[in-house]
């Protein structure tokens, strides 16, 4: 089991910045890649960015080259660094965790922290 919970979310202008923060606690040596997703109302959840064991990373094409998204040493908080902010990056920003424990995958969800982009 892992648990997972995120800060840093809040109202910022456009072009401006915030960081997304998601600790993560319980068994963290079973975590296989850890992404941020986001939602808009009468939207999909999509993915944001995501970043492997090896610390490979990938990007939605909307957010390359303003996000960027990393890790701590101890490999058990992700970041989610957000710059160059627009309207439309307004969303609940949720964490995800994905574990393999003998070759059984499993999701873990954090329980999203709001951003708000304003014109």
């Known amino acids: 089991q892992v648990q997972l919970v995120e800060s840093g979310g809040g109202l910022v202008q456009a072009g401006g910045s915030l960081r997304l923060s998601c600790a993560a606690s319980?068994?963290?040596?079973?975590?296989?890649?850890m992404s941020w997703y986001r939602q808009a109302p009468g939207k999909q959840r999509e993915l944001v960015a995501r970043?492997?064991?090896?610390?490979?990373?990938n990007y939605a094409d909307s957010v390359k080259g303003r996000f960027t998204i990393s890790r701590n040493n101890a490999k058990n908080t992700v970041f989610l660094q957000m710059n160059s902010l627009i309207p439309e990056d307004t969303a609940v920003y949720y964490c995800?965790?994905?574990?393999?424990?003998?070759?059984?995958?499993?999701?873990?969800w954090g329980q999203g922290t709001q951003v708000t982009v304003s014109s």
């Open positions: 995800s965790a994905v574990t393999v424990v003998f070759r059984q995958s499993a999701d873990y």
């Open positions: 319980g068994n963290i040596f079973s975590i296989n890649s």
């Open positions: 970043i492997t064991g090896t610390d490979n990373t």
